[in-house]
């Protein structure tokens, strides 16, 4: 032992002087850091209540429930997270996979309350002192727990497009379909949304999983077109999607499409296995369309006798007449229709009713009536000339092209619209060769067509002219020519809050020389059929008939679905009304409504 | 210094390494050294027979803290592990994290971006250095000199708070997340982070003083504890424990990971072997943690991503195989086996703490013949943390 080892720990003796290192509370605050993770707050109006904050606690720490004053809408759930902070380890990994960035962590860490249920609180309602620190722990923009990009779906470039009826979607290839299918988290607020209310976490996990027959049972649950749906469905699954909320929305409809382009058609009724014992009784469908098509399933599965009454000769409605088949190829739609009329339902083609068949003979003659007819007749423009011979209605057109009959567009086209019927008409134009001009009365963003549709529709060189009013069709420079005038208009503000509204400025009139005009700025019903003794009895309202939750109209053994039923008039509103119809007229039948 | 009775017929006869005891024979006391016992590095406890002041036997028991991580793990998706696998060394969780997140980008294909590299190589040495030196306060504390645990801990509260504003949290920081970290350093770190090492250096020219320069503490721990060269192999020692006998052995150093192949220091090691050596080497180590930290700040990339992107980490699945990934931990090396069955959840997650060898079977062998009243310095001197154990 050195003397040195005995006088060194001396040295120190300096440190008894030193002050205390610790913090005296309550005296002294030591706030957390400015990324410190202490307790949760949640931006009530941005939460939509998906629930993956849940689903990824492993601590099971977060349960969902219902708060005062959130009510539940189209795009949120209408519960709130709440936090055991008795199991909460605060690892923020709700903070980092939150679908809308409202929840995070404040860096608030010391709380003394004297209520023993305290530490189970739902933030963000206000009640904590820290709901509005702006200092705390949130998911930095660098670091992501999520694929926000959606796959691309490979596309017909527009120029070839142009070129053929072909389709132009090709389709997810398989590691497309499961990168995309992982993309979901499970929240089911589409499920709500969808009209059919499908279940779409669930055939989105049969893609994960690669179960495809699963997949289509699923899909068959709630919608028996779903080769179609996947590909023209209006998808407003998507637009609540909760992934949508910070980057692009789970794209539902292509894995719908791709389950069914796994299962050729052969393998159907093995994998679906639909069994049914019929039970006497008779309905009859008026419309084979995926309203009429969707009822006449759900109802044969229940057993009835179903027989079908189509006016045109095949079976698929406006998804064949109205919709162009680069869009939903014809193998596609024929897949969906001929296994539901594998089934054994009974089709009348080229009878329309009111004609070929007496509408009150059937309402003799079977136990109940299914009626989805859609809408047929196109509204005419209301100009001074409409009448003039080249002026073509869209429905017409596309009906021609679905006959392989030569629509007679011309060169150089004029589509006045802006909704679906007017893109398809302005593409099947460019397929036949001629120029488009589309002409619209108010914005791009006011169209009522799909946000796609428009921007293929662009992409295939349709030119566009927005706030542009037709004001007169006249005789053009030849027999084969017409002219349109149309006025610019500006958009002025609506005082009652509505959207805004053209108004046409009387000094800018142009008139331009097309071959044709087609005009598709919508369509009605056509309700000749129904003969005076049941038309008093239906209630109708703009137009469409009004019926209960089961599509019952006021004669009670008439159900009514499809677009002249409903206010969103596309083919999954049409299918969710025939499944409802069905299961209203099992319960008419049953004597239980 | 403790000197063992050279009259050895008053003690148990050892057939095979086990002395044979008769406890009904009044010769000998058993007691139990923890699991409450400021002695003892945690919740375990030995099992103790005495003979006088002298052990005859030890054995090492744990379970006071079994939360059964490897099978929880088991149960839970990739990304759930990621806020679990800290608590299996409290003091020290850096090392789970990164060695986690490693593994799981080894499985999985995931590059992570340079800065991250660099960050994360700066948490693991800044927590090397916060665990050595509460490994520093228990060293002192255990042979009287409880002080200096005082200002050591104080300084490790330094650390702790750079800690909370890189990461977000003071103990288990969760901030090593697969794909790289959760955040760049927030702004100027840097010269937050030199002021705490300035602060730590001066106390450890202090501690020179008052320990490695303390006749009382010399003459405990010198011949304290002593591991014989061919022990390490057979018994699997790594760390300071083994390169205090002189074999120089880092696995930073012979299977650099992340950046340490860019940066420059050598191993350091000892020859004596006893417990005074074990803490020269460490107390050395620190300061090559204080060196490191100032290298790795003066050469990172300052900006950059420090995240890969991941997938839906809901429904995550990391392709089939398995992988065994090893960093230097303060304790030796540390190591995680991970297998993928190719589904959410991870088939087998095995972990290799150094604690395990340490305070089993080498805490065990030491114990003998030691004074009972240094089994406490004995003890920390393997440095050894029970959850690491208990997995």
Redesign the interface.
């Known amino acids: 032992m050195s003397l040195k080892d005995v006088i060194a720990p001396f040295y120190v003796w300096k440190r008894a002087f030193e002050k205390p290192y610790t913090t005296v509370k309550p005296i002294e605050e030591r706030p957390g850091a400015a990324k410190y993770r202490g307790f949760h707050t949640n931006d009530m109006d941005l939460c939509i209540g998906c629930g993956t904050c849940e689903t990824i606690c492993q601590n099971e720490a977060i349960d969902m429930v219902s708060v005062p004053g959130i009510e539940t809408t189209a795009k949120d759930s209408g519960l709130r997270p709440m936090i055991d902070n008795g199991r909460c380890c605060w690892c923020a990994l709700c903070v980092d996979i939150c679908t809308t960035g409202s929840l995070r962590l404040t860096n608030e860490y010391i709380w003394v309350s004297t209520d023993p249920d305290g530490f189970r609180f739902v933030p963000g309602t206000g009640d904590n002192p820290w709901d509005n620190k702006e200092l705390g722990y949130r998911r930095d923009a660098g670091y992501r727990l999520m694929d926000y990009e959606r796959q691309e779906m490979e596309m017909l470039a527009p120029e070839q497009g142009v070129q053929s009826f072909l389709e132009v979607v090709k389709g997810y290839s398989a590691e497309q379909a499961r990168k995309e299918a992982e993309r979901c988290v499970d929240c089911g607020i589409c499920i709500a949304t969808c009209p059919a209310h499908m279940d779409i976490p669930e055939y989105i996990k049969a893609v994960r999983d690669g179960d495809f027959e699963a997949g289509l049972r699923l899909l068959y649950r709630t919608n028996p077109m779903p080769a179609t749906c996947g590909r023209i469905c209006t998808h407003r699954c998507e637009d609540v999607c909760s992934v949508g909320h910070l980057g692009d929305p789970v794209a539902i409809r292509w894995l719908k499409r791709y389950i069914c382009d796994q299962m050729p058609e052969s393998s159907y009724a093995a994998v679906l296995k639909d069994e049914f014992a019929p039970n006497g009784h008779k309905v009859a469908i008026i419309g084979a369309g995926p309203g009429g098509l969707s009822a006449a399933y759900y109802l044969i599965k229940l057993g009835y006798a179903v027989t079908l009454y189509e006016a045109n000769e095949k079976a698929g409605g406006m998804l064949r007449y109205g919709v162009p088949s680069y869009r939903l190829p014809y193998d596609q739609l024929d897949k969906d229709i001929d296994y539901i009329l594998s089934l054994g339902a009974t089709i009348h083609y080229n009878t329309r009713v009111g004609r070929e068949v007496e509408f009150s003979a059937l309402m003799g003659d079977f136990d109940a009536v299914f009626f989805s007819v859609g809408l047929t007749d196109p509204y005419g423009l209301g100009v001074e000339g409409e009448k003039h011979p080249r002026v073509l209605s869209g429905l017409q057109v596309l009906e021609d092209v679905t006959y392989g009959r030569d629509p007679g567009v011309g060169k150089r086209v004029a589509v006045i619209g802006g909704g679906n019927v007017a893109m398809d008409a302005a593409r099947v134009s460019r397929r036949l060769g001629a120029e488009v001009t589309v002409l619209y009365r108010r914005r791009i963003e006011d169209m009522p067509a799909d946000p796609e549709e428009i921007h293929e529709a662009q992409a295939e060189q349709v030119r566009f002219i927005t706030q542009a009013i037709p004001m007169r069709v006249e005789a053009g420079p030849s027999p084969e020519q017409v002219n349109i005038l149309w006025g610019e208009a500006e958009m002025v503000a609506d005082a009652k809050g509505g959207r805004p509204r053209p108004v046409l400025m009387e000094d800018k009139i142009h008139t331009e020389t097309y071959d044709s005009v087609i005009s598709a700025i919508g369509q009605g019903g056509d309700f000749g059929f129904l003969s005076e003794e049941y038309a008093g009895k239906i209630e109708m309202k703009r137009g469409k008939v009004i019926s209960n939750q089961y599509r019952q109209t006021g004669i009670p053994k008439l159900f009514v679905g499809g677009d002249i039923a409903n206010d969103t008039a596309d083919a999954i509103s049409a299918i969710a009304d025939g499944h409802q119809a069905a299961i209203g007229i099992d319960r008419y039948l049953s004597g239980l409504i | 210094m403790f000197e063992r009775s050279s009259d050895r017929s008053r003690y148990p006869e050892v057939v095979d390494g086990k002395p044979v005891v008769d406890l009904d024979s009044e010769k000998y006391v058993k007691i139990w050294h923890g699991p409450q016992h400021p002695g003892i590095t945690g919740n375990m406890s030995l099992e103790l027979i005495l003979c006088g002041d002298e052990v005859v036997d030890c054995k090492t028991h744990v379970g006071y803290l079994h939360r059964g991580f490897e099978k929880l793990m088991e149960r839970?998706?990739w990304?759930?592990?990621?806020?679990?696998v800290c608590r299996i060394a409290v003091p020290e969780p850096a090392f789970n994290e990164y060695l986690y997140a490693a593994g799981v980008e080894e499985l999985a294909g995931i590059q992570v971006p340079e800065r991250a590299q660099w960050i994360r190589n700066l948490n693991l040495e800044m927590m090397r250095l916060a665990s050595f030196l509460a490994w520093l306060g228990g060293q002192a504390g255990a042979f009287g000199n409880s002080?200096i645990g005082q200002?050591t801990v104080?300084h490790r509260?330094y650390l702790l708070?750079l800690f909370?504003?890189m990461?977000?949290?003071r103990i288990?920081h969760?901030y090593m997340?697969p794909?790289?970290?959760?955040?760049?350093l927030?702004d100027g770190f840097e010269e937050r982070l030199e002021a705490v090492l300035k602060k730590v250096e001066k106390l450890l020219k202090?501690i020179e003083?008052?320990?490695l320069?303390?006749?009382v503490f010399?003459?405990r721990a010198v011949g304290l504890g002593y591991i014989d060269k061919d022990m390490i192999d057979r018994y699997g020692i790594t760390g300071p424990n083994q390169r205090a006998c002189g074999i120089k052995r880092d696995v930073r150093k012979d299977c650099p990971y992340l950046v340490y192949d860019q940066l420059d220091f050598e191993v350091i090691t000892g020859t004596a072997s006893d417990t005074y050596e074990r803490t020269l080497v460490r107390y050395q180590e620190m300061h090559q943690c204080i060196d490191l930290c100032r290298q790795i700040v003066g050469r990172m990339p300052k900006d950059g991503?420090?995240?890969q992107?991941?997938?839906?980490?809901?429904?995550?699945r990391i392709p089939p195989g398995e992988t065994y990934v090893k960093a230097e931990c303060t304790r030796g090396e540390k190591g995680y086996y991970l297998v993928s069955d190719g589904s959410l959840y991870p088939r087998r997650i095995c972990i290799r703490g150094p604690s395990y060898t340490h305070a089993f079977p080498v805490m065990e062998k030491l114990a003998i013949g030691t004074d009972i009243a240094d089994i406490a310095g004995l003890m920390v001197s393997l440095h050894t943390y029970p959850p690491e154990i208990e997995r």
Request: glycine content about 10%.
């Open positions: 839970r998706t990304i759930q592990n990621f806020p679990v002080t200002w104080t509260d708070d909370e504003e990461t977000g949290g288990y969760m997340v794909g790289g970290v959760r955040s760049g927030p202090e003083l008052v320990l320069n303390n006749s010399k003459a991503p420090f995240h992107p991941l997938p839906n980490v809901l429904h995550w």
